[in-house]
């Protein structure tokens, strides 16, 4: 008689990588921005990866990434919306407007006076709130589908913005307000040092916060030495990022003109870098912000809940429809802030500011992670496919890829993104 006692199975050794139980999705996404950094840098002959290309990449981005938080929690919410760029051409013009003749004809502000860009932006921020309530109100309320809403929104604003300017670029723009556009508002190398240190010891303490808490809890944690390498990766690479900005240098012929600005002749040999731009400033903290209440808060545990399933959310006791008028009020005061950064890049309001972001935000969306059977999504997955999104378009760019190729490239990508996800998600169970 054979003995059928059974036998413990002994634990299966987990690789580098599962140690470190990092996301193997986003983990493909880091992977493929790498490789496509590398490979535009190679076509480039290195003209890619400078500093100055990699501080012009990130101000571009900032635009699209604002925007980008709100449509991950749009998507959540198996919603979406069509109309961001539209919404963001209609702020823009409504704080060109207030800048350049309401506050200077009606209040006698003259450009330049202290007032001016809080209250263009105060101004602006309300504008893009309440049409974005407008949209929540009409899906959450009225059961129009939000595709139909948004589709028309993009038709409605972005020719309002049209008739607000009568068809012209308005600028120049306050040169305060011009501080949150890139080049024109920068911390210089000193304090972006410091908010580098800052930022990397707030991330290696959330590291070893998160391990704590879930020590406490009785939940099982990393290795000891996986905690310290994520640690380092962090830290390393926020304040590699820090040195790269730094590493950009003020053109000399600018300096000059700063410092005749005030009377002085420029020193012989004098040079400074730019530093951390206050319009990655302003995504770093809108990010950090989203993040807490995607996690943190009742508001994005009603949001997820919602988006995994309606019925039983509403059946919980939810507002549903109140919850859809918040999530796209949100989304119209994001698109506000993304014309700001927008309109002060650019110095002035154009007509054709915001064309096609609604593709550019949708794919950040999608490609950073958020599923469009909604439930699932990440604020630093859309950072990062909004990243890999204008580096694809920048490297296109710089290779010589005329403009309509790099649309239909980035179409193309948006889908393949959108297959690979429903495959990753069958495998993983998820779908």
Not at 186 to 195: A, D, E, I, Q
Not at 243 to 268: C, D, H, K, S, W
Request: charged share 10%; with cysteine; proline share 4%.
């Amino acid at each position: 008689m054979t003995d059928t006692t059974s036998q413990p199975i002994p634990p299966q050794r987990k690789s580098f990588f599962q140690q470190l139980e990092l996301d193997t999705r986003l983990l493909g996404m880091v992977g493929a921005f790498i490789i496509l950094c590398l490979g535009f840098d190679f076509v480039t002959e290195g003209r890619f990866l400078t500093p100055r290309n990699i501080f012009n990449l990130t101000i571009q981005t900032v635009s699209v990434a604002i925007m980008a938080c709100g449509m991950v929690f749009i998507i959540v919410t198996r919603h979406i919306d069509l109309s961001v760029g539209a919404l963001l051409a209609t702020c823009s013009a409504i704080m060109a407007m207030v800048q350049t003749a309401f506050l200077p004809d009606v209040l006698g502000l003259d450009l330049g006076s202290p007032l001016i860009a809080p209250i263009a932006i105060v101004v602006g921020i309300a504008a893009g709130t309440a049409i974005g309530a407008f949209h929540g109100w009409l899906v959450g309320y009225l059961t129009i589908p939000a595709f139909i809403v948004t589709l028309g929104g993009l038709l409605i604003w972005r020719n309002v913005g049209w008739f607000l300017t009568r068809g012209q670029t308005i600028g120049p723009l306050d040169s305060n307000f011009q501080v949150f556009g890139g080049t024109n508002g920068t911390l210089g190398p000193t304090v972006s040092w410091v908010l580098g240190a800052i930022f990397a010891a707030a991330a290696v303490f959330g590291i070893w916060n998160a391990r704590r808490a879930k020590s406490a809890h009785g939940f099982p944690v990393k290795p000891v030495w996986a905690e310290m390498v994520l640690s380092v990766v962090s830290a390393g690479a926020i304040l590699g990022f820090i040195a790269t900005l730094n590493a950009y240098q003020v053109p000399q012929g600018r300096l000059r003109r700063i410092f005749e600005a005030r009377g002085e002749t420029l020193p012989e040999g004098y040079s400074i870098g730019y530093g951390l731009p206050v319009s990655v400033l302003l995504l770093i903290v809108i990010a950090v912000l989203m993040t807490v209440v995607a996690r943190r808060t009742r508001f994005g545990r009603y949001i997820f809940a919602t988006g995994g399933n309606p019925d039983a959310a509403e059946l919980s006791g939810i507002n549903t429809r109140m919850l859809t008028v918040k999530i796209f009020a949100l989304m119209g005061a994001l698109c506000a802030i993304s014309a700001i950064v927008a309109s002060a890049r650019l110095t002035n309001h154009t007509n054709d500011i915001g064309t096609l972001d609604e593709l550019r935000v949708i794919a950040a969306a999608v490609i950073g992670g958020t599923a469009l059977a909604g439930g699932v999504g990440t604020i630093h997955g859309a950072i990062l496919g909004a990243l890999i999104m204008q580096s694809l378009q920048s490297g296109m760019a710089m290779v010589g890829v005329d403009a309509p190729y790099q649309n239909i490239v980035v179409g193309a990508v948006l889908v393949l993104a959108v297959l690979i996800d429903i495959q990753y998600r069958k495998r993983t169970g998820d779908a």
